[in-house]
């Protein structure tokens, strides 16, 4: 057994399965399915139930465990690894989504995937910089850009034609500090609501909330720092259906760092699917992130799976 894979085991309980290593609980969702794995051969990892996804050096970078024996490659090419002080592009041949090049046609797909299948607005697509791109590892996926301070952090890669794989592709770059935050338009915007994906802060801004996509389902001790210092009158855990309890121990987590936070539900859908008044309703009847909601909705979920 290779070095790297014996510090991997030595931190994550695991198990060899074919060409992956599979981690029992999922570091990024706590998932206890077995659900994270890590190819041996390709060099990245992904999780099946929370959809988070890398190559193995940003996993090793993230979790602190040593690079020094880990192959330097990425689906058998040679990789230029991003590091922390290294400044992030846009994948290459990205264009407006809004176009009319010689490649319309294509881009037509991408409005029509944004507008009627995830109800945005032709104004939203300019309001976030929405693009597409038909090259590299991102062809066929719409790239949503993530800025702080006019500095780009991190774009989020979508497909939008079935041809092009899985659904999402990450870029080879560190996420864990991001706290993009986009602030709301009314007396509001001192509520910030916290969700997993970039695809559902239009319906929330436009309720007037504050939104801050989290790109998964965890908050880190740096990112928990930096939100300490934004000063919101209070904050709003809305992760998706499948994640309340981790809604439940992030806005605990957060009152513990002094921070007025408290969690809520859909119900069923993600809050990009939601009408705008039920959506509304959601948000402003967040509860107490209590030890008693905590066992109710473990209890609840046991029933839902037996």
């Known amino acids: 057994m290779e070095d790297w894979i014996i510090a991997l085991s030595t931190r994550f309980r695991g198990r060899m399965a074919r060409d992956e290593y599979k981690i029992r609980v999922c570091p990024y969702c706590g998932n206890t399915s077995w659900n994270f794995e890590i190819n041996i051969e390709k060099l990245v990892f992904s999780c099946w139930a929370c959809s ?118 990450y870029p080879e770059f560190r996420r864990r500090n991001i706290t993009s935050v986009y602030l709301g338009h009314s007396d509001r915007r001192m509520t910030l609501v916290l969700v997993e994906g970039v695809l559902q802060i239009p319906n929330i801004r436009r309720l007037g909330y504050s939104v801050m996509p989290l790109l998964g389902k965890k908050l880190t001790d740096r990112q928990m720092q930096k939100l300490q210092l934004r000063h919101f009158e209070r904050a709003v855990v809305l992760l998706d259906e499948d994640s309340v309890e981790g809604s439940i121990r992030m806005a605990r987590e957060m009152k513990i760092e002094g921070l007025r936070a408290s969690w809520s539900r859909t119900g069923g859908p993600d809050s990009d699917e939601m009408p705008l008044g039920e959506l509304e309703q959601v948000i402003e009847g967040a509860q107490e992130p209590t030890t008693r909601s905590l066992i109710l909705e473990g209890v609840r979920r046991r029933a839902v799976i037996a």
């Open 52 to 169: 988070v996804g890398g190559t193995a050096r940003s996993f090793f970078i993230e979790f602190g465990l040593p690079t020094d024996n880990l192959p330097r490659t990425h689906y058998g090419r040679a990789l230029r690894i991003v590091e922390e002080d290294d400044k992030l592009t846009l994948p290459p041949g990205c264009r407006p989504v809004l176009t009319h090049d010689e490649d319309a046609i294509l881009a037509n797909w991408a409005a029509r995937y944004l507008l009627e299948n995830r109800h945005l607005t032709k104004d939203d697509i300019v309001e976030y910089g929405i693009q597409y791109t038909l090259e590299s590892e991102f062809a066929g996926r719409i790239i949503w850009p993530i800025y702080e301070d006019d500095e780009l952090v991190y774009f989020v890669a979508r497909r939008f034609m079935e041809c092009a794989g899985r659904k999402y592709t």
